[in-house]
């Protein structure tokens, strides 16, 4: 059902050191930072040749990464994301085998403009599932 790893998210303190850190020290190509207030994070891609690495960064009051950082000060890895054709019919089958799909289940429009659902950790191994309609 999956197909490509779409990105790896990474969660940070401090998202200019992060990209430095990143274009300088490892020589990658990183965009400008993307402010996402609907999600709650701003945002800078870094493009490897087969995936991207995605550097969030919290943003306002309420933001689905602060409790995160709050217990890895350092940043970590948030989430792995998941390319599926058909989203509707990968939440259904999740769904129906028991996986728990986070909020109302409904798909949200995500970093890059394509729908998206987040997976429980619990059901993946400990880690934090985003599949993103392909
Ligand atoms: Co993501």
């Known amino acids: 059902m999956i197909g490509r790893l ?3 998210a990474i969660a940070v303190p401090d998202l200019a050191a992060a990209a430095a850190r990143y274009r300088d020290l490892l020589g990658a ?17 870094v493009t490897l040749a087969n995936t991207k690495i995605e550097l969030l960064e919290p943003l306002g009051e309420d933001s689905p990464i602060a409790n995160f950082l709050a217990r890895n000060p350092a940043g970590g ?8 054709d058909d989203i ?14 986070l909020g109302d289940g409904e798909p949200r429009t995500g970093a890059h403009g ?13 880690t934090l599932i985003e599949i993103e309609q392909a």
């Open 88 to 101: 509707i019919a990968a939440r259904d089958r999740l769904k129906a085998e028991g996986a728990r799909v």
């Open 114 to 126: 394509k729908p998206v659902l987040f997976l429980h950790p619990k059901d993946f191994c400990g």
């Open 6 to 8: 779409n990105h790896v």
């Open 29 to 45: 190509k990183v965009s400008a930072p993307e402010a996402l207030p609907e999600h709650g994070v701003t945002v800078v891609f």
């Open 77 to 84: 890895v948030h989430h792995l994301c998941y390319e599926v």
